[in-house]
């Protein structure tokens, strides 16, 4: 039971996530924004109205791709997103844009979310090393406490990265609408497709404190 309540359950979660946005994204990037902009144009507009002009914005290879960097203050657009009109594109490039405009104002849970990388990526680094050395050792308790420090450290990042994606979708929004850059039906659309992206990062917060809880209880059961 403990194993299909911390484990199953976040996978299907996540089964379902990665669907949800799957659809919302497929089905947006079909309909051409009104406005005819490009990604590329509604992410610097976005950024533009919020007194940014020092974010450099680049097409990247692959899908849903994007990202941006607040070390290198460079916004990367998937090639789709970048020169594509639809309401998807426009929706997750005003996305990222909301991430850099968090970066100029200095938003808490962006910068906390930045510390942490560093010993995020080396958590994650360790975790093949933890699990299979747990599967040679026939999960000693030592192992799975370790395995229980790596995922707490992945569950922290998980949970201070929710506030940062909420906020920078409903920077988007807000900036958007306020532009003119979208109507009421397109700002429907642009919701689907962020509120479905949304729930991704709500599925691996959920996967990596299942499987804390799932060593936890592993670990005590060996006491």
């Given amino acids: 039971m403990s194993f299909l309540a911390f484990i199953i359950i976040p996978i299907i979660l996540g089964i379902y996530a990665q ?31 919020a007194g940014i002009t020092d974010v450099e914005i680049i097409p990247i290879n692959g899908e849903l791709t994007d990202h941006y960097d607040p070390s290198k203050k460079v916004l990367a657009l998937s090639r789709a997103n970048y020169s594509g009109t639809s309401i998807a594109a426009i929706g997750v490039a005003a996305h990222e844009a909301g991430h850099a405009i968090q970066h100029k104002q200095r938003y808490a849970p962006l910068n906390l979310r930045m510390s942490l990388v560093p010993i995020t990526n080396f958590a994650c ?44 979708s409903a920077r988007a929004k807000e900036h958007l609408s306020a532009l003119g850059l979208i109507d009421g039906r397109e700002y429907k659309g642009v919701s689907e497709v962020l509120d479905a992206a949304a729930l991704t990062y709500v599925a691996a917060f959920v996967s990596s404190l299942g499987w804390m809880l799932y060593l936890l209880s592993a670990a005590n059961n060996r006491r």
């Fill in 19 to 49: 669907a949800r946005v799957s659809s919302a994204y497929s089905k947006y990037s079909q309909i051409r924004g009104q406005s005819g902009i490009t990604g590329r144009d509604a992410a610097e507009a976005v950024m533009r109205s």
């Fill in 125 to 168: 680094s360790l975790l093949p090393i933890v699990m299979l050395g747990g599967f040679f050792l026939f999960h000693s308790l030592t192992t799975i406490y370790i395995g229980v420090g790596i995922y707490l450290i992945l569950t922290i990042f998980q949970l201070v990265t929710l506030p940062v994606e909420f906020n920078a």
